[in-house]
């Protein structure tokens, strides 16, 4: 396996800023989540800087905030991520899914139709993978919030999934069950963890600072031997006071975390 980190604990920062910290870190590459200077300036300082760092881009994922000049709708915005992925030499794009109830629906049809724009934008180069959801705020939830349901919804549409564990912890999901159903088109691990307080859930944590059982994900992962994305997902807020340092130290500890399951992974193999 690969592991990453997303450029969206450090949001406001250019590519290079965090090509040069995952290379200097030791991570393989880094997800980026489209930001201003994607948006608004296209690919080729973003080329410059993969040059420039010599570490890749693996994943391309959407904005997590609203931007101006993002597409409205995902038949436009899906097709965006799959060709900067594909520009970029990225490996996969990573998409949410829409809301709804009916998969007979217009909403659905909407879907499937975005899905086929963004897999053509690939070139067939690009593996388009969609992320499960984090639905404990809605009174009911939608067709894909199901994983078995997204999960078929991926396989019959040619995707890979993106499995999030602070998604699916907060929906106060057991993500070793859930990985048994994710793992036939599992592509890219979002990695992080989350602590509830009084009843609600703090996300994007970082990994062994809350409740899920992420170090056991990491070990099976390596014992069956996997080899996509695990992709460190920190809410900015993890790294304490900007500067280097501080990331330096929030990224390392979670590297360090990573690389130990898989570490005990190894001897319990070799023990068999």
């Known amino acids: 396996m690969r592991l990453s980190f997303s ?5 406001l920062r250019s590519l290079d800023y965090s090509l040069r910290l995952a290379r200097d870190l030791g991570f393989d590459g880094v ?17 410059r800087a993969i040059d420039s760092a010599g570490l890749p881009v693996l994943s391309v994922h959407p904005p997590f905030l609203r931007m101006p000049g993002w597409p409205r709708w995902s038949t436009h915005r899906l097709p965006r ?9 990225a490996e996969l794009g990573v998409t949410h899914t829409m809301l709804f109830r009916d998969p007979d629906s217009p909403r ?15 070139g067939g180069q690009v593996a388009l993978t969609i992320e499960n959801n984090q639905r404990n705020r809605r009174k009911r939830p939608t067709y894909l919030d199901h994983l078995d349901r997204m999960v078929n919804y991926a396989r019959t ?55 899920l059982p992420l170090r056991a994900l990491v070990e099976l992962l390596a014992r ?27 990224l390392g500890r979670s590297l360090d975390f990573m690389r130990a399951a898989i570490d005990q992974a190894t001897v319990v193999s070799e023990q068999a």
């Open 224 to 250: 069956d031997g996997y080899d996509g994305l695990v992709t460190l997902e920190l809410h900015p807020r993890e790294l304490g006071l900007p500067g280097r340092a501080n990331a330096e130290r929030a």
């Open 157 to 211: 549409r040619d995707c890979g999934v993106t499995f999030d564990t602070c998604h699916a912890g907060a929906n106060r999901e057991d993500i070793l069950l859930d990985y048994d159903l994710v793992r036939p088109l599992l592509r890219n691990v979002h990695l992080s963890d989350v602590v509830w307080r009084k009843g609600k859930p703090r996300t994007h944590v970082i990994p062994g600072d809350g409740e």
């Open 81 to 89: 991520v799959m060709r900067l992925a594909r520009e970029l030499g």
């Open 108 to 122: 659905s049809a909407h879907f499937s139709q975005a899905i086929r724009l963004g897999r053509q934008a690939g």
């Open 7 to 11: 450029t969206g604990t450090f949001y």
């Open 31 to 47: 997800e980026l989540a489209i930001g201003p200077e994607a948006l608004y300036l296209g690919a080729a300082p973003l080329l």
